[in-house]
Nanobody
Framework: QVQLQESGPGLVKPSQTLSLTCTVS??????????WTWIRQPPGKGLEFIGY???????HYSPSLKSRTSTSRNTSKNQFTLQLSSVTPEDTAVCYC??????????????WGKGTRVTVST
């Protein structure tokens, strides 16, 4: 019964840093071949990959967001986090945390949080 829950502010001002936390229950974020991922969906648009931190602590980010994105984890709390700096109104989106199970491309997003709406506005 793996469950993911996003938490963080719903409103962020332009130029600030967005910080979100995903709490995972029912399974360990250090279990083999899990990739703990942030994904977002702007209003009226499709899903956009942001980045992940793997079961071993490796990170990978979307090239378009890499310069201002950071993902970390707290294994004691079974949590992983997102920091997105210098936000603009174009960063307004529903943000999801998700878990990819399987090595490399041989897997799928098995676990999803319900999402949290983030609005960037003055």
């Amino acid at each position: 019964q793996v469950q993911l829950q996003e938490s963080g502010p719903g409103l962020v001002k332009p130029s600030q840093t967005l910080s979100l936390t995903c709490t995972v229950s029912g399974g360990s974020i250090t279990a083999n071949y899990g990739y703990w991922t942030w994904i977002r969906q702007p209003p009226g648009k499709g899903l956009e990959f942001i980045g992940y931190i793997s079961y071993s602590g490796n990170t990978h980010y979307s090239p378009s967001l890499k310069s201002r994105t950071s993902t970390s984890r707290n294994t004691s709390k079974n949590q992983f986090t997102l920091q997105l700096s210098s936000v603009t109104p174009e960063d307004t989106a529903v943000c999801y945390c998700a878990g990819w199970a399987g090595h490399g491309c041989e897997g799928a997003y098995v676990y999803w949080g319900k999402g949290t709406r983030v609005t960037v506005s003055t």
